[in-house]
């Protein structure tokens, strides 16, 4: 009997610049300095049609304008604490779309007292509610999206370098983060035969909303601009442009992996 080589399936060349016919969600814009938003204008640039979600009504009007500046087909709420709502989001892109080929979680959260205390002082709620927000919601995330996936995707998530190595001050995001980076690799052991991807995407520090409730994160800011080796800090559009390329066919086996957007700054001891 004659041995066959595993087949390979053939890459269209001609998809691996473009994102033009797909369909995305992006979680997680607050306002136009949001790691989110800076993904929004490069996956749409590229040429897909997204769907954004906004935090409450007091966020609304922050984020309807970029939601109307990268044409977004549809804008709902998400409170991933709130009950139902991650569902309703869902069933609306379902009756909209009927699939969907990629989807962006950038939202993080831990109460402040317990953010801003020793990881020896958390309390158990505190913790409770930054891995609910932070890691479990990701996981709710793929468990709605991938049944809409029918020809495979890409799921992103947001981690940190505090995942990997204890940064002063990050403190009890980095256990979450920690977890969350595992939660992607498990998911895409799981998603794989599905033909779907899962990234955590690592960026440098970067001047978020988010960012700004970490104490000192000024000093922080400054140290990495300082030793990054491309000498500069990342920007939203930095990272935007990273995921729109590992959205495309060109990043099909590409999967599991935590993968750094820092100027090289990860590198360094």
């Known amino acids: 009997m004659m041995h066959q080589e595993p087949r390979t399936a053939m890459l269209d060349f001609t998809k691996l610049r473009t994102l033009e016919g797909k369909k995305g969600l992006v979680i997680g814009i607050a306002n136009d300095k949001s790691i989110a938003f800076g993904c929004a204008k490069a996956f749409r640039y590229y040429g897909a049609e997204l769907a954004v979600t906004y935090l409450n009504e007091k966020a609304k009007p922050y984020v309807e304008p970029l939601a109307r500046q990268i044409e977004a087909s549809l804008v709902m709420p998400l409170d991933v604490q709130v009950e139902g709502q991650m569902n309703a989001l869902f069933d609306a892109i379902r009756e909209r779309w009927g699939r969907l ?19 020896l002082d958390c309390s158990a709620q505190g913790f409770h509610v930054a891995m609910g927000v932070s890691c479990y919601s990701f996981i709710q995330m793929a468990r709605l999206a991938a049944p809409l996936m029918t020809n495979g995707g890409t799921l992103f998530t947001m981690s940190y370098y505090g995942a990997e190595k204890v940064v002063e001050n990050y403190n009890i995001m980095g256990p979450v983060k920690a977890a969350l980076e595992a939660t992607v690799r498990y998911l895409a052991a799981e998603l794989g035969p599905s033909g779907i991807r899962v990234h955590a995407i690592s960026p440098g520090p970067l001047a978020t909303r988010a960012a700004s409730g970490i104490a000192h994160f000024d000093e922080l ?43 090289g700054l990860h590198v360094l001891a």
Request: one cysteine or more; charged letters at 25%; glycine letters at 12%.
């Open 101 to 119: 080929d990629f989807a962006l979680h950038a939202i993080a959260f831990a109460p402040k007292e317990d953010l801003h205390g020793r990881v």
């Open 221 to 263: 800011l400054n140290q990495a601009a300082k030793r990054a080796p491309a000498g500069r800090l990342v920007s939203i559009e930095d990272v935007g442009i990273a995921c729109a390329g590992l959205a495309t066919e060109g990043a099909r086996l590409i999967t599991g992996d935590t993968l750094y957007v820092d100027g």
